[in-house]
């Protein structure tokens, strides 16, 4: 078992910054890689950003360049640096971390980005 806690987010205005914290516990050693996803009202859910236990990283088109993974392996703790913040990034954002039998998520953390 693996248990996830979100926090960070809020209120931001356009073009503001934003970091998500995901703090893992549990069996941690079973992880391989560990993501954001985010749910805009009406929508899929999809991958924002993602991270390997080896470090590699990749993003969605549409944050790249403004949203940035990462991880601290001493606090199990993977981050979400979002800079540039559009209304368009609105949206419920999930932690997620893949283990090789199961896929565990976060309770979700509301973004919302308006004026």
């Known amino acids: 078992q693996v248990q996830l806690v979100e926090s960070g987010g809020g209120l931001v205005q356009p073009g503001g910054s934003l970091r998500l914290s995901c703090a893992a516990s549990g ?6 890689t560990m993501g954001w996803y985010r749910q805009a009202p ?6 924002v950003a993602a991270i390997t236990s080896g470090g590699s990283t990749n993003a969605a088109d549409a944050v ?12 199990n703790t993977v981050y979400l640096q979002m800079n540039s913040l559009k ?10 971390a893949n283990t090789t039998t199961y896929d565990y998520w976060g309770q979700g953390t509301q973004v919302t980005v308006s004026s």
């Open 87 to 96: 209304p368009e990034d609105t949206a419920v954002y999930y932690c997620n």
């Open 27 to 32: 069996s941690i050693f079973s992880i391989r």
């Open 42 to 47: 009406g929508k899929q859910r999809e991958l």
């Open 64 to 75: 790249k360049g403004r949203f940035t993974i990462s991880r601290d392996n001493a606090k």
